[in-house]
């Protein structure tokens, strides 16, 4: 099963194009997936940001009372007392709800962080092929950062700067309706242009964060090839590429803070011309005994008092556009296609280990469907257990084979059967825990030996990896290393040879104890004595599993039960070596080239 995407591909790229933006509904309808299981904490938080508020507005009206007392000659201790409590609990009680709120926020993000990880590292092969890894992980790191903002400042700062500004205009409208009229009245005409440059700071974050995802994607492409960018000198480009990339950044970072300052100060600018506004007609009506001196002072303080929900509010509708630039990123990532993966069922996972049953029956493939085929029909059963071997030209078609019955990739046309079953069928984990495969290119992944060869089976005993180890030819190398086992590798194990690395990566599968034995090039990089050894183990292996493999050289093919010759996507001719040779042209010719050259 995978959970489709409803959007083209162009739509759900990983940064190479500009995607459309996010419906601002489905911008709320996720902040609120992500802000509902902490939505009593929420509350609590509001809470308590509420009561702070509450507090505050409180002092305005025991101001007034304060002068009233004052003249009328009355003691204003008892005010004064109460002055001070309102004080001192309204800071602690919005402090305690701020801190919630702020731990709430980091809850969020983590969750966000959570959930996008557990999907990217299930997301189909093909699926990451067409994006740029480098931008999905600034999608979990940088990304998610943003909706800290976006669920507690905004969210909740957008109700309770709300809940006060309501509160504090009818505490105004019973004050002095015409003071109230006056102060809207300023504010909407000199605070509409917050409204107005809204979408522009939404814009430019999103910029900002695409320009950070190439940011990654430059430096991933760098380090991932270091020896080659050195080599070739381009040290001075690359680092241009990813200079550029933080300069775009930095520009659109400064035009996103261009944008939040227009916001902030043309609101705070109409507060201001509300100030002397509600001062000139509100000296005129003391002037004209419509209200007293008193009533005049407490509005003045909740007009001063309405200056802190209305940051928030602007504050709120800020971080809401930063924020929902994010969250239209994430959601992209969490749109691609994953795969459904569950634990390998116990039987699967090695109380069974008879060899698998491998077949192709007329499969048809292409990559994407923009492609041309790969597989023009491709049928073959392999023995079980015995050597089948892949040979033809390059581009054939022999290592889609391999991904496709591991089904990175599914089959457009025809099926893919293992043990008599289409893989489509298979419960893709226990598919996968039956398998044991050795990439052409041999990956070593960062960190010790023993966490390389335990990668694929986290079970093993030191008894099964010292067996491994002699059988892979790993012993001797493991003994040399002052750490043993627990020698760093470097980044994709940049510190060990290419043979060493294709004998890890063998070890690796073998440790797996596979029904099946996919190996791809396996034994390329290795020098003869090692060959011969690793050549003998395959052959061992393949007496009780199901061996397949692409391989060039003549001493791996020869041995092998079946030979499969494929061209331009096609099975040309299947046999042994013997017959093939003198009954498959293409195959004498490749024998009596590459493999006979090579075994001279
Ligand atoms: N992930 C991919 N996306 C698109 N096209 C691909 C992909 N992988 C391989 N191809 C194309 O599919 C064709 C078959 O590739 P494949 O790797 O199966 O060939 P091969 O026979 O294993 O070649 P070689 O011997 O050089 O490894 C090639 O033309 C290749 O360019």
Same mark, same amino acid.
């Given at each position: 099963m995978t959970e489709d995407s409803s959007e083209e591909p162009t739509k759900a790229d990983g940064g190479t194009g500009r995607p459309e933006r996010l419906p601002a509904k489905e911008t709320w309808s996720v902040l609120y997936r992500h802000f509902r299981p902490h939505r009593g904490v929420v509350a609590l938080g509001a809470l308590f940001t509420l009561i702070g508020a509450a507090t505050g507005l409180a002092q305005p009206v025991a101001i007034e009372e304060l002068v009233n007392r004052l003249s009328d000659d009355e003691s204003i201790a008892s005010i004064l007392i109460l002055l001070t409590g309102l004080l001192v609990i309204g800071t602690a009680v919005e402090s305690v709800g701020s801190y919630i709120l702020e731990r709430t926020a980091q809850s969020v993000v983590l969750d966000s962080r959570r959930s996008l990880i557990r999907r990217l590292l299930r997301l189909k092969v093909s699926e990451i092929e067409r994006v740029q890894p480098g931008d999905l992980m600034s999608r979990v790191t940088s990304d998610t950062t943003l909706l800290q903002a976006v669920t507690t400042q905004s969210v909740v700062s957008a109700f309770s700067g709300a809940l006060t500004v309501i509160a504090t205009i009818v505490m105004m409208a019973f004050m002095d309706a015409v003071l109230l009229g006056v102060t809207l009245g300023v504010i909407v005409l000199f605070g509409g242009a917050t409204a107005l440059v809204m979408p522009q700071i939404s814009k430019a974050t999103e910029r900002s964060q695409e320009a950070v995802g190439k940011i990654s994607t430059a430096l991933e492409r760098a380090f991932g090839a270091f020896r080659t960018l050195k080599a070739?000198?381009?040290?001075?480009?690359?680092?241009?590429? %990813?200079e550029e990339a933080a300069h775009e950044a930095w520009r659109y970072g400064v035009k996103s803070a261009k944008w939040q300052a227009v916001a902030w100060s043309s609101m705070g600018f109409a507060i201001q011309v509300s100030f002397l506004a509600v001062l000139g007609v509100g000296g005129a009506r003391v002037a004209s005994e419509a209200i007293s001196v008193a009533t005049l002072v407490a509005f003045l303080m909740l007009l001063f008092y309405l200056i802190d929900p209305v940051s928030r509010l602007v504050d709120a509708v800020t971080q809401y556009q930063v924020g929902s630039a994010a969250v239209a990123r994430i959601v992209r990532a969490e749109?691609?296609?994953?795969?459904e993966l569950d634990e390998p069922s116990p039987r699967a996972a090695g109380a069974e280990h008879t060899p698998a049953a491998v077949a192709f029956d007329d499969v048809t493939f292409r990559y994407q469907a923009e492609l041309p !085929?790969?597989?023009?029909?491709?049928?073959?059963?392999?023995?079980?257990?015995?050597?089948?071997?892949? %040979?033809?030209?390059?581009?054939?078609?022999?290592?889609?084979v391999f991904g496709l019955v591991e089904r990175f990739y599914e089959a457009t046309g025809g099926r893919v059967l293992v043990d008599g079953k289409d893989v489509r069928d298979w419960p893709l984990a226990d598919l996968r825990a039956a398998i044991g495969y050795v990439e052409q290119d041999a990956p070593v992944l960062a960190g010790t030996l023993r966490e390389n060869l335990v990668f694929a089976a986290p079970d093993a005993t030191e008894d099964d990896l010292r067996d491994v180890l002699v059988r892979s030819r790993l012993d001797a190398l493991v003994e040399r290393l002052p750490d043993g086992l627990d020698t760093v590798v470097g980044h994709r194990g940049s510190k060990l040879s290419g043979g060493e690395r294709q004998r890890v990566a063998i070890a690796r599968a073998l440790l797996r104890r596979p029904r099946l034995l996919l190996l791809d090039e396996a034994t390329s990089q290795l020098d003869a004595?090692?060959?011969?050894? !690793?050549?003998?183990?395959?052959?061992?292996?393949?007496?009780? %599993?199901?061996? !397949?493999?692409?391989?060039?050289? !003549?001493?791996?093919?020869?041995?092998a039960d079946q030979i499969v010759v494929m061209d331009a996507g096609r099975v040309r001719a299947t046999g042994t070596h013997e017959e093939l040779v003198t009954e498959d042209p293409l195959y004498g010719e490749l024998a009596a080239t590459q493999f006979l050259a090579t075994a001279s």
């Open positions: 070739s000198g381009a040290e001075r480009r690359e680092t241009a590429t %990813v749109r691609m296609e994953t795969e !085929l790969v597989h023009h029909g491709v049928s073959f059963i392999v023995p079980s257990p015995g050597m089948t071997a892949f %040979v033809g030209p390059s581009g054939a078609g022999k290592t889609t004595v090692n060959e011969l050894a !690793l050549r003998d183990v395959v052959a061992e292996v393949s007496r009780e %599993v199901t061996v !397949l493999v692409v391989a060039h050289r !003549l001493s791996t093919v020869t041995l």
